[in-house]
């Protein structure tokens, strides 16, 4: 399993970003897609997550309302789009699957590569 995370830049506080990530080589382990997050200093952390045959979602307290996931399974391509966004959303957004739902990165198999997402107050 490859993915491709892309979409990430520069954006004021309010301001919004779609995150993508192209997904290639995907198994029958594929079961749920993930986005996480990493600050400078901090770990991992889940932002949300999505089932990719029901395409149920789950998000972090801290983005529910402002964040949303989806998948296109035609385009084999999963989204974050994020809207609201504040200083404190900062980090390097990873995309990762794995075959079952959680919400901590070790259950997680495969990764993207990361993409800086910098919000400026």
């Known amino acids: 399993v490859q993915l491709q995370a892309s979409g990430g830049g520069l954006v004021q506080a309010g301001g919004s970003l779609r995150l993508s990530c192209a997904l290639s080589?995907?198994?029958?382990?594929?079961?749920?897609m993930a986005w996480f997050r990493q600050a400078p200093g901090k770990e991992r952390e889940f932002v949300s997550r999505i089932t990719w045959r029901e395409g149920k979602t789950h998000y972090a307290d801290s983005v529910k309302g402002r964040f949303t996931i989806s998948r296109d399974g035609a385009r084999k391509t999963l989204y974050l789009q994020m809207s609201g966004l504040k200083p404190e959303d900062t980090a390097v957004y990873y995309c990762g699957t794995g075959p079952g739902v959680a919400t901590t990165a070790d259950l997680f198999e495969h990764w993207g590569q990361g993409t800086q997402v910098t919000v400026s107050s």
């Open positions: 080589g995907l198994t029958t382990r594929t079961n749920v």
